[in-house]
């Protein structure tokens, strides 16, 4: 009896793309477990009745870095306690998707012997892959610019093909006429984004559909006629489906679905600041070199400039559909290491 260990969380980023691999996965082990921390992944991950395992997580803080002192105290325990789960679960390989939440068990394999593959899925490699990296047998990457590692792809959901558009249109009351925009920033939302939509949902419901995803933590309300807010996208395949233009963050998950779905994008990447490294711009920059999406950087993002470049793309021809996935190769490459 094989098993295997994906580990990652504290952001759909980390956790999203592991639930992509659970299926290709199934047909290679018997039996999957997901250890993490407390974050989304304590809820989606036994949702899809996987067994998940929690260890305490510490972030490396970048705003406050005298707080990071705690880290080696915290994380040595921790990896204490994964060390105890993997190997009273017999586990024979550990999947790290990235994320503070999964260093005790990357931390924990390493002292068992057991093989690791670890994935990036931004353009430069995270703080906790970069660490990981240092003890994984294999590194996997999504970019092909990314160094340290060998290029596969990002896992992605195959449930993002089969949305339908007319399941959103009649759960959201929207008009079957208009064209759609879709505006998301993230599993957390963003206020940045959020603050634009606002202030131009009359102009934009003049002519589009809005659903705006806003995040979980946005208590404004707006009441429009076609708009339509939403705090998280639990079928955002259908979204997906109808949208005719995504206003987007640059997280690299979301940029492999919008664009393996060929749609039209504005990507609005998250800043470097003392709460980013500036990854989301380095991700955007990659897949608009490709002419893949359209760029506006958070400095020069405006209400106008927003409203001038919907209406410049809106009638672009999309992309063609890509639908073969890099799902199986990365198993394929767990599979080669045992």
């Not at 079957?176 to 634009?196: E, M, P, Q, Y």
């Not at 749609?263 to 490709?290: F, M, T, V």
């Amino acid at each position: 009896m094989t098993t295997i260990a994906t580990t990652g969380g504290g952001t759909a980023g980390h956790v999203l793309p592991c639930i992509a691999l659970f299926p290709d996965l199934k047909e290679n082990f018997n039996r999957i477990i997901h250890i993490g921390g407390n974050g989304m992944e304590k809820e989606l991950i036994p949702a899809l009745g996987i067994d998940f395992f929690e260890t305490p997580v510490i972030k490396f803080d970048r705003a406050n870095l005298l707080k990071n002192f705690k880290i080696p105290f915290i994380l040595s325990a921790a990896a204490k306690e994964a060390k105890i789960i993997l190997a009273r679960e017999q586990v024979d390989v550990v999947f790290g998707k990235g994320g503070y939440a999964m260093l005790p068990t990357i931390l924990g394999a390493k002292k068992l012997g057991i093989p690791i593959v670890i994935h990036e899925s931004d353009y430069n490699m995270g703080l906790a892959n970069k660490f990981a990296s240092l003890y994984a047998n294999i590194v996997l990457t999504s970019f092909p610019e990314t160094k340290g590692g060998i290029y596969v792809g990002n896992p992605i959901r195959k449930e993002i093909f089969e949305g339908n558009k007319n399941n959103a249109i009649l759960k959201l009351g929207l008009d079957k006429k208009k064209k759609t925009l879709l505006v998301f920033g993230g599993s957390s939302g963003a206020r940045v984004i959020n603050d634009v939509i606002f202030n131009i949902a009359k102009e934009l419901t003049s002519k589009y559909n809005v659903i705006h995803v806003v995040g979980n933590k946005e208590k404004r309300r707006l009441f429009t006629q076609g708009y339509v807010a939403i705090p998280y996208a639990n079928n955002i395949q259908d979204l997906y489906a109808l949208a005719d233009i995504i206003v987007m963050r640059g997280g690299a998950n979301s940029l492999q679905e919008v664009t393996m779905l060929g749609k039209r994008a504005i990507c609005i990447p998250l800043p470097k600041s003392k709460y980013s490294r500036g990854d989301q711009i380095d991700n955007a920059k990659s897949y608009y070199k490709r002419g893949l999406i359209n760029i506006l950087y958070q400095e020069e993002f405006t209400p106008q400039r927003l409203l001038n470049e919907i209406d410049t793309i809106i009638n672009q021809k999309e992309h063609p559909v890509q639908r073969d996935t890099p799902n199986g190769e990365i198993v394929k490459k767990i599979m080669e290491l045992i």
